[in-house]
């Protein structure tokens, strides 16, 4: 008689792929098992302000690599790591470097560690960036406090399906949501008091982002001017459009690190974004650390 046939057994079923949602799950779900500090605070530090995560007390620093799902920073002047602790008190959780679409990251990837702040328990949000100086009185080397953006990256990183989970605050994850004060008024006039009680000039302008990596035509500059723009630099707005979108208030600064390009007849190259970062790094930090435990405690209007 013949054998019997083994059966064959059934096919494993596809695992279905993980949404941002669970993603950020998993990693706040790591950095927890490394600190048991929830921040209410979230700093994104620019290029060439990374240094100013040294000022966390009692800090658990993560590096992206380590972190589920993270993307890693590739530029230099971004550290690329997730600094855990204390400054004034204030339970904070900075990010020392981001990541850029120009790096070749999807949108959701370039706004995936914002989400994850979001959901670690911070409500509130500051973003810093180097910028190049379009307005004229802004000179190189000034700190500007962002009042307003346009985006002209092509992208917008709430796109996809929505997701109401994202929220930290009643009302907000929705699918169309107000960016009439994506820079929250109440930060913003917090962060103009200290730096005059400070003696430090802080305008307020419209920050531009563009793509890049390349820099800016003065073509482009110029036509950017006339959009109504102060500022250009190539990240930031998508972080601050999912913040927003999360129900997070933004407080932004810009540091002008080159004037844009037609501005002045000098070359930009990024090795003089880091000097000036280097160089007004006591003025950044001194203004920083006095505005955390103000932002933290705010109520907006």
Avoid at 66 to 92: A, D, R, Y
Wanted: proline residues 6%; negative net charge.
């Amino acid at each position: 008689m013949p054998a019997e046939a083994t059966p064959t057994p059934p096919a494993p079923e596809a695992q279905k792929p993980l949404d941002t949602f669970a993603k950020a799950t998993q990693a706040l779900t790591h950095i927890f098992m490394r600190t048991d500090v929830t921040p209410v605070l979230g700093i994104i530090l620019g290029s060439g302000l990374g240094n100013f995560a040294d000022q966390v007390q009692d800090a658990v620093a993560i590096p992206y690599a380590e972190i589920p799902h993270f993307p890693q920073s590739t530029v230099e002047g971004h550290n690329g790591k997730l600094v855990v602790g204390t400054i004034g008190g204030v339970p904070v959780a900075v990010m020392a470097g981001r990541v850029h679409a120009y790096e070749g990251y999807a949108m959701d990837d370039v706004v995936f560690p914002t989400r994850v702040l979001a959901r670690l328990g911070c409500k509130k949000l500051i973003v810093t960036n180097a910028a190049g100086g379009i307005n004229k009185s802004f000179g190189q080397g000034g700190l500007v406090c962002i009042a307003d953006h346009i985006n002209m990256t092509g992208q917008n990183a709430a796109i996809g399906k929505n997701e109401v989970r994202w929220a930290v605050k009643k009302g907000s994850g929705q699918r169309f949501f107000d960016m009439s004060a994506a820079y929250s008024p109440t930060l913003r006039a917090l962060a103009k008091a200290e730096a005059e009680q400070q003696g430090t000039p802080l305008p307020e302008g419209v920050y531009l982002a563009v793509l890049g990596p390349s820099y800016e035509t003065p073509a482009e500059i110029r036509a950017f001017s006339t959009l109504g723009a102060d500022l250009v630099g190539m990240s930031t707005v998508h972080e601050v459009i999912v913040a927003r979108h999360m129900g997070m208030d933004v407080l932004g600064l810009s540091l002008v690190t080159n004037m844009a390009a037609g501005v002045s007849d000098d070359a930009i190259n990024h090795e003089e974004v880091m000097e000036i970062g280097r160089r007004v790094e006591g003025q950044f930090t001194s203004l920083l650390k006095a505005l955390i435990p103000q932002v933290a405690a705010a109520t907006e209007a």
